[in-house]
């Protein structure tokens, strides 16, 4: 990250002094992703159009009539629209700080592994379920957690009553939370990982002499070493608040945690796919990207002023 | 929505049966053609390939050969299908651009007929037909549901089908319509139309498809000695001593979209999710007091351990998974199960019997059940074709050749309406591959019959086993119906096999000869014994008031409502809210666009006139 930027600015210093040569290969690297995020990022830009008409595909987003905010004000008037939001958020945030916090404890601990076939075998295990998609996870989570499954079983050993975590609206969020937890707290571990191998030797050799033992080097060397992938992951974490996983909710809910298991996402899939409302799902799409890109912002802004840290 | 999800799944599942039962149910009441026909037909079927089709074929009065067009010139044709990997063609060749049936319609008529695009499976089609919509690119003849039609047709997408059939129909077609209509009541149309214009014709399929109903496990309730119930009383007396002998079973069966509720609303004479009559207006089912009734039994049977404490986490297919396994005492699903799960609990639960439990009475001692107009989809022509008539010459061609063998509309054809057919009776042959057929039912069928004797589809299977993609099936819901009454008194050994139709007694042979085919014919004929006269009893059976496309009310609210419907039930059985929650339900139901969806729904009937 630093490396680049240090990068970036050197390629910018040149261009200043308008004698590097080789600075077209750089912006011709550039333009393939430029490319791709103009056609299918920018372009579609024009599509939201729709949000504020009563669209047709028969008249298209130029000829269909306009009706203001009227699709804002017919979501919002829905009895659950405040509901749905509320779980989102509560699902989202609980998502991006559990599996924040594993990830970063995984890679510390990781980390203090000598042996490097297990810590790699270990690796591969945890980052595993990254791949796996939520239909097939649902699948077995399902069979897992019912009232009879491997979970209650093992709880029943401790003399725990049976819970239906899928049933019961006052686990339903925690349980997708942890669901979530444990299939990507290994492959976030990554991006630590590789910035906790960017941290200077010399400073763990330092704290050895000054008499600083494991723990205190994981806490004061390689901690504050990774702070800033850490903040940069929240940073942009935070403009997902509102996506609470669209797929995991799906396959997971069910009428009986509708009210604490709906969310924006699985609510835009019944109203946009099911009853091919396209006005209302993009009105409720850009609502959704228009909190995350203030949330996102908001969040540099107070990582630049607290810690002095600049992400975008 | 969940009774359309119903409605699908149940063609699903006839498909499913049909696959399983050695014959498809499309074939219709082919009367067995008298021996030396075949060689009559043989030597005339000479059929050129060309514009004069019509004088090859024997007689054909000029009238009736006006029905059938070969284009001079070729014309393109789009149209759009789903079917699964486990799909067989005739030939490792052929795909759903050129096979028999593409090639045959090429030479008869000069229509290339083409696909846009096929799809793995319905929803994914109905997907990418909305898409196609949106992007202003409907192939030509569309597969849709009803409120699709609606949104395309409100859009100016589509052609208006009434007229083209009107214009171009043969006798033939407007005669199953019109008898499609008389058993209808005249709402064949109905949920295809939009401001008093036809947009598709449905695909007409058996009233099988509305065959819904409770089963129970015969053998349990001879181990129980026990009666089958005809109560809710008896019911839930059953399901005591059932639960007491197996503690670790299901006694009703019940799914997350709460299907299996309608066994016992029957017995309230509730109708969720459907709109009825009462006091000379309709109202919407979910809402009645009846509901609560039921919702409250419900309720009490989950909290005795009746229902499956999981449901909620399990799909009818997976509930039909439990049964297939033998879990479940009691269900309420499609008639055609029958060619599916339950063929794997006879196989694999030793000595398990099915007996059809009636819809139950309640206290009053009365039962009712109301459904959905059950034809859907529905084929469509997109106003951007530029030949609309085609399909409609497809279907005349198609239709003729698949009533060929009917002895007795021929005559009613000739004689009151003046219409010859088009192709001549011709004898039915054994498929040749019957065996590989046996191992393997996905195989389609092969007949030995001349090359050079033709007809839409009629032979090597493209009749039964193409029609159904390419929409052009037209079972016509009559003639196909003593089909299975044939096959129900064969079961019952009231009919020899020698004396059915064709296909009654293909169909008959096919499911006997599956390996637990005594099972399912003795099931069938006990269905078809309670359905049949079930269906012309208007104390219980009621067809859903309100066949019309979706209202705008709908459009904005149905989402919303539905979601607090299935949110309400769900919770009130399982005890997560008490049944006081039924009463709030109503008051915000009717709050939040249920009213709004009332006042149209009535404005639709009392607009609405039969085509």
């Not at chain 2, 651009?97 to 994914?124: M, Q, V, Y």
């Not at chain 2, 990418?128 to 859009?155: E, M």
């Not at chain 2, 086993?465 to 016509?476: A, N, P, Q, R």
């Amino acid at each position: 990250m630093r490396a680049n930027t240090l990068d970036a600015r050197a390629a910018a210093k040149g261009a200043a002094a308008g004698r590097r040569p080789s600075d077209w290969r750089l912006y011709a690297m550039l333009a393939a992703p430029a490319i791709i995020v103009f056609i299918f990022s920018y372009i579609p830009i024009g599509g939201v159009l729709i949000a504020f008409q009563n669209y047709s595909p028969d008249k298209g987003v130029l000829g269909s009539e306009f009706v203001g905010l009227k699709w804002f004000r017919v979501f919002f008037a829905m009895p659950d629209s405040a509901r749905i939001v509320a779980n989102t958020v509560a699902i989202a945030v609980g998502k991006i700080a559990c599996s924040q916090l594993a990830s970063v404890v995984f890679a510390l601990l990781l980390n203090e592994v000598r042996g490097a076939a297990y810590k790699r075998s270990l690796q591969t295990i945890t980052y595993f379920p990254h791949f796996l998609s939520w239909v097939i996870i649902g699948t077995v989570f399902i069979d897992m957690l019912s009232t009879r499954g491997l979970v209650n079983q093992i709880l029943g050993a401790f003399g725990t009553a049976p819970k239906f975590f899928l049933g019961d609206p006052r686990l339903f969020q925690p349980t997708a939370v942890l669901l979530e937890t444990w299939k990507e707290f290994g492959w976030g571990a990554i991006m630590y990982l590789a910035a906790i191998s960017n941290i200077s030797p010399d400073l763990y050799e330092a704290a050895t002499i000054d008499g600083a033992g494991r723990l205190k080097q994981a806490l004061h060397v390689t901690l504050p070493g990774i702070r800033g992938i850490a903040l940069m992951l929240a940073v942009l974490a935070l403009g997902g608040i509102l996506n609470a996983g669209f797929e995991q909710i799906l396959v997971l809910y069910n009428p009986s945690v509708y009210e604490t298991g709906d969310i924006v996402d699985t609510f835009i899939y019944r109203y946009g796919l099911l009853d091919a409302q396209f006005s209302m799902s993009a009105a409720i799409g850009l609502f959704k990207s228009l909190i995350g890109l203030a949330l996102m912002l908001a969040a540099n802004w107070a990582a630049a002023r607290f810690s002095d840290y600049r992400v975008l | 929505m969940k009774k359309t999800l119903a409605i699908a799944l149940c063609f699903l599942l006839a498909l499913a049966a049909a696959s399983c039962g050695g014959q498809p149910v499309a074939p219709s009441g082919a009367t067995s053609a008298a021996p030396g026909t075949s060689a009559t037909a043989a030597s005339q079927g000479s059929e050129p390939s060309a514009a004069n089709v019509a004088t090859a074929n024997g007689e054909p009065t000029e009238t009736s050969e006006k029905y059938f067009k070969y284009y001079d010139d070729p014309i393109d044709l789009t149209t759009h299908m789903a079917f699964s990997s486990t799909w067989t063609w005739h030939s490792a060749d052929d795909n759903e651009n050129s096979n028999g049936l593409t090639r045959w319609i090429k030479d008869h008529t000069n229509i290339n007929f083409s696909c846009s695009w096929n799809a793995p499976d319905d929803a994914t089609n109905t997907q990418k037909l909305d898409l196609a919509f949106a992007s202003n690119t409907l192939p030509d003849v569309i597969q849709a549901s009803s409120s699709q039609i609606a949104k395309y047709a409100a859009a100016g997408k589509l052609a208006d089908m009434g007229a083209l059939i009107e214009a171009y129909g043969s006798p033939l077609l407007k005669y199953a319509i019109q008898e499609a209509q008389d058993l209808t009541q005249g709402t064949f149309y109905l949920p295809y139309s939009y401001g008093g214009t036809a947009y598709a014709l449905p695909i007409m399929c058996d009233t099988l498809v509305y065959w819904w109903l409770p089963y129970v496990r015969g053998d349990l309730l001879d181990e129980l000695g026990m009666a089958v119930p005809s109560t809710l009383d008896e019911m839930e007396a059953a399901f005591a001593a059932y639960k007491e002998k197996h503690p670790d079973g299901v006694a009703l069966g019940m799914d997350n979209e709460l299907i299996g509720l309608r066994t016992v609303m029957a017995g309230y004479e509730a109708y969720p999710g459907s709109w009825v009559e009462k006091g000379g207006q309709a109202v919407y089912g979910s809402i009645q007091p009846e509901v609560r009734q039921g919702l409250e039994r419900l309720a009490d049977w989950y909290r005795k351990g009746y229902l499956d404490p999981e449901f909620v986490t399990k799909d009818m297919m997976q509930l039909l998974a439990d049964a297939g396994e033998g879990k479940v005492f009691s269900l309420y699903t499609a008639w055609n199960v029958i060619g599916g799960n339950f063929q794997d609990m006879w196989a694999n639960v030793e000595g398990s019997r099915l007996e059809v439990m009636p819809f139950p009475a309640g206290p009053d001692g009365k039962s009712g059940i109301a459904t959905k107009v059950a034809f859907s989809p529905a084929r469509a022509v997109s106003a951007a074709c530029e030949h609309p008539e085609a399909l409609v010459y497809l279907l005349n061609q198609y239709w003729d050749s698949f009533y060929r063998n009917n002895l007795e509309l021929r005559q009613t054809m000739k004689d009151k309406y003046g219409y010859e057919f088009h192709y001549p009776v011709t004898e039915v042959r054994e498929e040749i591959n019957k065996a590989e057929r046996e191992a393997d039912p996905a195989l389609p069928s092969f007949y030995d019959y001349p090359e050079e004797l033709t007809g839409f589809g009629y032979f090597n299977d493209y009749v039964s086993h193409y029609s159904w993609l390419y929409g052009l099936t037209g079972v016509v819901i009559s003639v196909a119906n003593d089909d299975f009454g044939q096959v129900a008194r064969g079961a019952k050994g009231e009919m020899p096999a020698e004396d059915m139709t064709v296909s009654a007694r293909s169909t008959f042979e096919g499911w006997g000869s599956t390996p637990q085919g005594g099972q399912m014919l003795a099931t069938f004929a006990e269905i078809y014994d309670y359905w049949e006269p079930l269906m012309g009893d208007s104390q219980i059976f009621h067809v859903d008031a309100f066949t019309g496309p979706t209202t705008p009310a709908m459009l904005e609210r149905q989402s919303y409502l539905d979601k607090l419907e299935a949110e309400t039930f769900t919770r009130i059985i399982m005890g997560t809210q008490p049944i006081e929650a039924f009463d709030s339900f109503v008051g915000e139901w009717l709050a939040n666009g249920g009213e709004d969806i009332t006042r149209e729904v009535n404005e639709w009937i009392s607009s609405a006139s039969p085509l």
